[in-house]
Each structure stands twice: as structure tokens, then as C-alpha cells.
């Protein structure tokens, strides 16, 4: 079974800043897609970046990048230029690539992130 | 589009009562996805359909749980007996496909369940 772990549950960091948050994962599967989704309070949840395991080139989405690190298991998103909208519970998710079939999406516990004026 | 559309946006119930919860899913998507986000569990995904096939049922939590799908553009998710513990927020979500096909997963608002 896939686990997805994010050990830090709250961040802070103040506007224009650069903040990373960190996301480690369990899998035997050698294909699969990572994703960060965002959920702020209006609790809708929004998908911020997503990688596939197979490329080596990190996935970029304006501030958003990610840090991905297949043999650590390791997808770490930085948000750049942190802005007040940024406020918001962000959470790391994996889906395995399966043949023929579907997979589930796993998520992990989140993680708020607050930006300071 | 309009995305995904859930009702009620919030209920609150009495412990044993019947809650229904309902999914409009994206126009087009034949995925259909219902997730549970508790604060002590995070996002679990308790069932998915596909093209109005129940594909994968194992995180429905126990028998007071059923969900349905009559057709590409509805589905529900029912509790009966509804009890204190089922208290969450329950999204749905839909896609066009996942597995080699994967694309992304978008989520309704979702439906924030109290019972008391």
C-alpha cells in the first residue's frame, strides 16, 4: 500500500518570501504521478502542480516548483514570492500509473501554511 | 463549465437520521470520486465510479454507508443510521480518467455534515 507523509503540520512565512514544504512517500510502484493540492477556506480543493515519476525535470507552475527526488522519495513544493492568497491547508498526493485500471489518489494529513502581511 | 456540484453545502442532522448527500459531476468526466476530510484521518477517498460503475468500494467505512450513481450526471452518497462519528466534510470529485489515463482530479466545495 502507498502512504504519503507530510511531518510538518503548520508553517508560517511572511509575504514575498520563499517557503518549502516537504512530502515523503511510500510505494513499490515504479510509475506513478505526485500532485499538491491546495485547499484554502473555502475548503474547495485546488491542484497546485503535479509530476510525473518518470521525468527527471522537476515540474514548474509560475511560483510554484517542485523538488522531486525519486529514490528518496522525496516531492518538496517551494512557493516563491509568497502572497496573501497563499494562506491555505496544502496537501501532498500520490496515484500510482496502473495498466488497464484506475488507481486511487492517496493523500497525505496537510499541512497549513499562513503568509504574514 | 460549472464544476462539480455538491448539496447540500452544509447539514446538520440528529444522530440515527438518514443523510443524503448528492454529486453533479463535471460535464464529460467518467470518473466520479467521494472522499471523507476529518481532522484526524485527512482525506480519505471511500468510493469511485466509473461511467456509473461502482469500481472501488474499500473505503466505504462500514454497511451505513451506500452510494449510488443512476447516471453520467448524479450520484449519491447516503448514511443511514447517521452517528456523531460521521461528522466530516464529504467532496466529491471527477475526472476524465485515471491509472496510464490520469488527469486531473477536481473537487467540488464540498458538503460539511454535523451530526449531533
Known amino acids: 500500500a502507498q502512504t504519503v507523509t507530510q511531518s510538518q503540520p503548520e508553517m508560517s512565512v511572511q509575504e514575498a518570501e520563499t517557503v518549502t514544504l516537504s512530502c515523503t512517500y511510500d510505494t513499490s510502484e515504479n510509475n506513478y504521478y505526485l500532485f499538491w493540492y491546495k485547499q484554502p477556506p473555502s475548503r474547495q480543493m485546488i491542484l497546485v502542480i503535479r509530476q510525473e515519476a518518470y521525468k527527471q525535470q522537476n515540474a514548474t507552475e509560475n511560483r510554484f516548483s517542485v523538488n522531486f527526488q525519486k529514490a528518496a522519495k522525496s516531492f518538496s513544493l517551494k512557493i516563491s514570492d509568497s502572497q496573501l492568497g497563499d494562506t491555505a491547508m496544502y496537501f501532498c498526493?500520490?496515484?500510482?500509473?496502473?495498466?488497464?485500471?484506475?488507481?486511487?489518489?492517496?493523500f497525505g494529513k496537510g499541512m497549513k501554511l499562513t503568509v504574514n502581511p | 463549465d460549472a464544476g462539480v456540484i455538491q448539496s447540500p453545502r452544509h447539514e446538520v442532522t440528529e444522530m440515527g437520521q438518514e443523510v443524503t448527500l448528492r454529486c453533479k459531476p463535471i460535464?464529460?468526466?467518467?470518473?466520479l470520486f467521494w472522499y471523507r476530510q476529518t481532522m484526524m484521518r485527512g482525506l480519505e477517498l471511500l468510493i469511485y465510479f466509473n461511467n456509473n460503475v461502482p469500481i472501488d468500494d474499500s473505503g466505504m467505512p462500514e454497511d451505513r454507508f451506500s452510494a449510488k450513481m443512476p447516471n453520467a450526471s448524479f450520484s449519491t452518497l447516503k448514511i443511514q443510521p447517521s452517528e456523531p462519528r460521521d461528522s466530516a466534510v464529504y467532496f466529491c470529485?471527477?475526472?476524465?480518467?485515471?491509472?496510464?489515463?490520469?488527469?486531473?482530479?477536481?473537487f467540488g466545495e464540498g458538503s460539511w455534515l454535523t451530526v449531533v
Open positions: 470529485a471527477s475526472s476524465t480518467g485515471t491509472g496510464v489515463f490520469w488527469n486531473t482530479i477536481y
Open positions: 460535464s464529460g468526466h467518467d470518473y
Open positions: 498526493a500520490f496515484a500510482a500509473l496502473t495498466q488497464g485500471g484506475s488507481e486511487k489518489l492517496v
